[in-house]
């Protein structure tokens, strides 16, 4: 079962818009990652955010921890229709450097 | 080429036959993993290397085979293949420590093997 839980499942949204993306687990964890997948290709990490963390940026993006809710967001500020993409959050723990990915949200940016 | 790939990009097989997906990676990772991605489930886990002839279990093991003889190889074979295992596999890698730095987790995914089993 997935640890992470995307919400919303679909996003659209007009260009130059941003868009927010939420994610939220069950247990505790050691970091918590933002990956993007177009269609038909492999996922790309995006950022990273350690459980000591509570906030995050990387150019367009800034990323949300709060370990107390188990919860995490995603915020891509002035989107484009290059960011239409899959959005998946994967949470990690422990030294297997296992990471188990939630369903996605599928973000659509509109021209 | 540098990087992660994975052999082939589209398979069709049939039920009960053999079918191994590859995987290469360049950069010499120490953790390897094999993913399966299907709609409403995202993806999971279903074996994981943490170096050579070092391989763990994940989520969805079951009907799988690895093996890890050399760090820059992970193949997954489906030993008899049945119509649940189509899906899209993903292969990544990740490195454990960066030299001089601090512990790493970011995962390198491949570009996928879309298997399809009739």
């Known amino acids: 079962s997935q640890q992470g839980e995307e919400d919303p499942q679909a996003l659209s949204i007009q260009e130059g818009e941003n868009a927010t993306m939420n994610c939220s687990y069950k247990?505790?964890?050691?970091?918590l990652q933002w990956y993007r997948q177009n269609s038909g290709r492999g996922l790309v990490h995006l950022i990273l955010?350690?459980?000591?963390?509570r906030e995050k940026h990387s150019g367009r993006l800034r990323v949300t921890l709060d370990t107390s809710k188990k919860s995490s967001s995603l915020l891509i500020t002035a989107s484009r229709a290059a960011d239409t993409a899959s959005y998946f959050c994967a949470t990690g723990g422990g030294s297997a450097r296992q990471l188990t990915f939630g369903s996605g949200t599928q973000l659509t940016v509109l021209p | 080429d540098a990087g992660i790939t994975q052999s082939p990009r589209y398979k069709i097989t049939e039920t009960g036959r053999q079918v191994t997906l590859m995987c290469h990676q360049t950069?010499?990772?120490?953790?390897m993993f094999w993913y399966r991605q299907d709609l409403g489930h995202g993806l999971r886990l279903i074996y994981y290397s943490a170096a050579a002839d070092i391989t763990d279990k994940g989520e969805v093991p079951d009907g799988y085979v690895v093996s890890r003889s050399k760090t820059e190889n992970f193949p997954l074979t489906l030993e008899s293949a049945t119509r649940s295992q189509t899906s899209v596999y993903f292969c990544?890698?990740?490195?454990?420590?960066?030299?001089?730095?601090?512990?790493?987790?970011?995962?390198?995914f491949g570009p996928g093997t879309r298997l399809t089993v009739t």
């Open positions: 955010i350690r459980s000591n963390e």
């Open positions: 247990t505790s964890i050691n970091n």
């Open positions: 990544a890698s990740s490195e454990s420590i960066l030299a001089g730095g601090p512990a790493t987790y970011e995962q390198y």
């Open positions: 950069w010499s990772h120490s953790y």
